[in-house]
Every structure is written in structure tokens, then in C-alpha cells.
């Protein structure tokens, strides 16, 4: 028998670019979840179920048959729905029939936009921290990452500069990767930051690539404002949002992509060999999810600011510095006020000193030392879950003072 060590086997491109990505960071603090009995405030995910009239019409669509492929691009009730909701809440006319798709989560649907329009060597610009599939993603496509820093101003808002976001534009530069209300800082973009991506695009020919799935979790008064609205930027955004956040299904992992017509058929010749087609029977009941009254959408952004806030002022009394998000279900806070000086290591030890689990930003850093203070806690549960939480996380501060 013939043996071969792992210096005997070329290198494949592709297999070195995706060696940097282990295990999610996800994944390891739920696991340390369950193994402490620490209460999860790590993940991203709501403790309760979405609303009962949706719940309802997948009962329906499982007993009534609807289990098989549905076509390619989604079933026509949920694209018509996503249609019909994007103009209704943003004024965004798109075609059901070629400029909508349905796909396996946003993950999936940011994954297939940036291999369909980015070539090895193009640059995609995008603002980090970063959710960690856009890394993933772009290094799969054999792209280059060009990441504007988010850094909080005095004011505990996150910004960024402009002179380093044009610099970061350049001749290879493809697409801008864009998340607002952005994961894991809960930074709304301003209309004056978006205008200025608008016009970076458009002097670059540039494409956009929005991540808008927290489009509806805003506490600010500015409100969400996409990107694809601003004049010139319809006709070279890809739009994509989901179902999960909005109500609360994330493992139903429904998303969508809208976009002119000539960029989402390049999205599904990608998307068609990722998974081809998913969760037929779940796509009817997100189409009766979008069509709910404007008071479901106003009445969950307002319990989850409600969260927020609770967990917020549970976070400044145990003595972290807290930055307070406009929107998304994630607060993040500094440890420094309690002796902290790299956010893996507290994370790590944070289940042991008080039975919560947080998860560090700096992992969704290109430059680390940035976010090496900097932790992120989830708000997104019950408010009992949140109250034992916060009385855990204030026995910090006993012991710190």
C-alpha cells in the first residue's frame, strides 16, 4: 500500500484560499452554550416563533401536498408577495417574472451574487466588521477584500471615513458589499453615507451587493433606507433580504434577491447548483407573512427596541461601555472598563465567570486590533431570558470592583 503525506498533494487554489476558514465562531460559543448552561446571547437567533398566521399556512402547504421542487426561482406567490411588499415599503417597482428570486437564506443569496459577478482578482469593497460569510464568500469567488473600518465616533455612533471608502475604490473594483442596518454593529447608514457609496458605484461602474435583512428592525427615527432607491442605483443593485429576522424563522432559511433582470438570471445560474431549489412549503407561508398589516412590522420593531433597551442598561450596569445600535438585534460593548483587553479571551472565559455567552467581533475584522475590545450580545430573546442574563453579567462589576 502506498502512502501519501499532505506534502505530497498539490496545493489547489481553491483549497488555499478557504484554509483560513475553520469552524464559526458561532459555532464554538454555542457549543461552549451548552456545555456551561450558559444562557446564549452569542447567536443571532429569537427563542420565540414567528407569527401564528404564517405558522399556520405551512401547516397548510406540508398536509396540502406542496413538498416537491418548486420552481427554479421561487413559487409565484411568494415573489408576487415580495414584489408587492417592496413596494409597499420602499417604493421599489421589480417584475416578479425575471427580476426576483427566491433562495436558501441571504446567505445563500450573497454567496451566489458575488460568484456570479465577481472574476478571480476583482475587488469587492465592503465595511467591517463584516458578517463572516461575506469573507467566505468573496474569497470563494477568488475575489480580493477591500474593507472600510466602521470605528466608533465620539458621539458612540458607528462611522466611517470618507477619504478611506474612496480609496478603497479603484480600476479592479467590481462590487460594494453593503449591510444595513449592519451585522454586528447595529449602524444604520445615513442618507449622506449611502448617497456617497451611490456615487462611488456609479464613477466606478461599480455593482452593489445590499444585505438588508434587519430592513424592518430599525429604532431610529431615520428610518431604513435602501440603496437601490437612490437615482442610478436600481439598475446595478442586487437587493437581498430574507424572511428570518423579520419573523423570527431563521431556520427556515427563505431569502430573496431582487435586482434588475440581467443581474438576477446571473445570480440563479449560480444559485441553481448551490441548491438548486428550497423549502417548498415554507415559501406560500412567507408570502402570507409579507402581506401582514403594517402593525405586525411597526409592533416587532418596537418589542425589539423594547429588548434592546433592557439589555442595553443591563450592560452599563454590569460595567461594560455600551454602544447602543439603531437597529439589528445585536448591541455591542467594550470590555476595557472591566479589565479586558482582547475580546476572544473574554468571550471564551465569560461562561465560566457568569453563565452568559457573548461573541467577539473581532473574528469579523480584517484589522483586528480594531475590534479586539469590542464584544457582541444578542437581544433578540425573551425578556425573562434577558433578565437572567443581565443579573448574571452585574455579578462583573461586583467583581471587578
Not at 458612540?156 to 444595513?180: E, I, K, M, Q, W
Not at 455593482?207 to 436600481?234: I, Q, S
Not at 461601555?321 to 468571550?347: H, K, N, R, S
Request: hydrophobic share 40%; net charge negative; aromatic share 8%.
Amino acid at each position: 500500500m502506498t502512502t501519501t503525506t499532505n506534502a505530497d498533494v498539490p496545493t489547489d487554489p481553491l483549497v488555499a484560499r478557504m484554509r483560513p476558514f475553520g469552524t464559526t465562531i458561532f459555532a464554538e460559543m454555542s457549543a461552549l452554550a451548552v456545555r456551561t448552561g450558559a444562557v446564549n446571547l452569542g447567536q443571532g437567533f429569537p427563542d420565540s416563533d414567528g407569527p401564528p398566521e404564517m405558522l399556520a399556512a405551512a401547516v397548510d402547504a406540508l398536509r396540502g401536498g406542496q413538498n416537491q421542487y418548486p420552481p427554479g426561482p421561487g413559487i409565484p406567490a411568494l415573489r408576487t408577495a415580495i414584489a408587492a411588499h417592496q413596494r409597499r415599503f420602499w417604493g421599489l417597482e421589480y417584475d416578479p417574472d425575471g427580476e426576483i428570486v427566491v433562495t436558501a437564506g441571504a446567505t445563500e443569496a450573497i454567496a451566489a451574487a458575488i460568484l456570479a459577478l465577481c472574476e478571480p482578482g476583482d475587488e469587492v469593497v465592503c465595511f467591517e466588521p463584516y458578517y463572516d460569510s461575506y469573507a467566505a464568500s468573496i474569497a470563494l469567488a477568488g475575489a480580493v477584500r477591500r474593507p472600510v473600518t466602521l470605528r466608533p465616533d465620539t458621539d458612540g455612533r458607528y462611522a466611517f471615513d470618507p477619504d478611506a471608502l474612496r480609496a478603497a475604490f479603484g480600476p479592479r473594483t467590481r462590487l460594494v458589499l453593503l449591510n444595513s442596518p449592519h451585522n454586528p454593529t447595529g449602524k444604520v447608514f445615513t442618507p449622506d453615507e449611502l448617497r456617497l457609496v451611490a456615487e462611488l458605484c456609479q464613477e466606478h461602474g461599480a455593482y452593489a451587493v445590499t444585505d438588508e435583512v434587519y430592513e424592518h428592525l430599525v429604532f431610529t427615527g431615520t428610518g431604513h433606507v435602501p440603496l437601490a432607491t437612490l437615482p442610478g442605483m436600481r439598475e446595478r443593485t442586487l437587493r437581498i433580504s430574507s424572511a428570518g429576522k423579520t419573523f423570527s424563522c431563521t431556520g427556515w432559511k427563505v431569502g430573496w434577491a431582487s435586482g434588475p433582470a440581467a443581474l438576477v438570471s446571473a445570480l440563479l445560474r449560480v444559485k441553481q447548483f448551490l441548491t438548486f431549489v428550497n423549502a417548498a412549503p415554507l415559501q406560500p407561508a412567507v408570502a402570507v407573512a409579507l402581506a401582514l398589516p403594517d402593525s405586525y412590522f411597526t409592533g416587532f420593531a418596537e418589542d425589539l427596541r423594547q429588548r434592546r433597551d433592557q439589555l442595553v442598561g443591563g450592560l452599563a450596569g454590569a460595567g461594560f461601555d455600551v454602544l447602543t445600535p439603531e437597529g439589528t438585534y445585536f448591541v455591542t460593548a467594550d470590555i476595557t472598563p472591566l479589565g479586558g483587553t482582547d475580546g476572544v479571551e473574554f468571550c471564551r472565559l465569560l461562561p465560566e465567570r457568569c453563565g452568559v455567552v457573548a461573541v467577539p467581533t473581532q473574528v469579523f475584522y480584517d484589522d483586528v486590533a480594531a475590534g479586539r475590545p469590542l464584544i457582541r450580545f444578542a437581544f433578540c430573546k425573551r425578556p425573562e431570558v434577558l433578565t437572567e442574563a443581565v443579573t448574571r453579567l452585574r455579578t462583573l462589576a461586583t467583581a471587578t470592583g
